[in-house]
Structure formats: structure tokens, C-alpha cells
């Protein structure tokens, strides 16, 4: 399920942002159908917010519960709509991290940019990865 979360993160305080999500995200920690949540962005929102210059950037671990097939297959969708697609994943940062689960083995062919996202360092790479390829 797709959620708004704008509000919830224009706090200053990291605890008060974690507590807002927890009570919009009523499936927090328990896994995610990655795909389903994608149809609906591209279903609801990619026509009217995205143009061939968007980049398209997913913060997840991948650990998607619903079938693989549609996580694909919107994700082939979104690439019609972006730029590029960039995938955050938190456990990458870890050392011994493969990303083997079906969601990944999913998302891997349809991303540009497979990069850690588990740190402020981590983050700060997104500058880079964003402006790969782009003419100044």
C-alpha cells in the first residue's frame, strides 16, 4: 500500500518522524508488497508527476511479500516514465550482504543505481549517483 508520508518527515526530531510513520504505516516492519505499492504510484500518480528527466529513487530492502512478476513489471513501467531508477537498500551497508531475496532478483535488472542507503555517507553518494551523465 502506497502511503503519503510529506507530513510526517517535516519534523526536526528523528523519534518524533519515526512515531508519525508508525501510526500512517500500519504494516511497518512487516514486510511490503513493493510491487503492488509501485502499481498504484504508477497508476495514481507517475503520469501527472514524472517526464523522462525524473529520477525515480526507492529507499527499501527489498524484502517485497507480494509476487515478483508485478514487482517487475511495474518497475519496467516506471522505467518508461524516468530517467533513471536508483535503489537505496539499508543492507547493503552490510558487509556480508547479498542481494538474493526475489524482490531483489526482481528489482536488479530494472535499476540503474544499486547503492547502499544505511548511512549519512551513504546518502551523500545520491549527489553522485544523480548526477552521473548529466551535462553541466
Known sequence: MLHDVTDALRTRKVADAL????KIVTCWSGGTK?????????????KKSMSRDTFAI?????WDTG???VLAAELRALRRRAKRIVWL????????????TRGMAAVLPHADV?????????LLELERHLTRGIAR
Open 34 to 46: 513493493i510491487g503492488e505499492s509501485l502499481s498504484d504510484f504508477n497508476r495514481l500518480h507517475a
Open 58 to 62: 526507492i529507499l527499501s530492502d527489498g
Open 89 to 100: 537498500n539499508p543492507l547493503l551497508g552490510l558487509h556480508d550482504y547479498q542481494p538474493i
Open 114 to 122: 544499486f547503492a547502499p542507503g544505511h548511512s549519512l555517507k551513504s
Open 67 to 69: 509476487e515478483p512478476d
Open 19 to 22: 512515531g508519525s510513520l508508525s
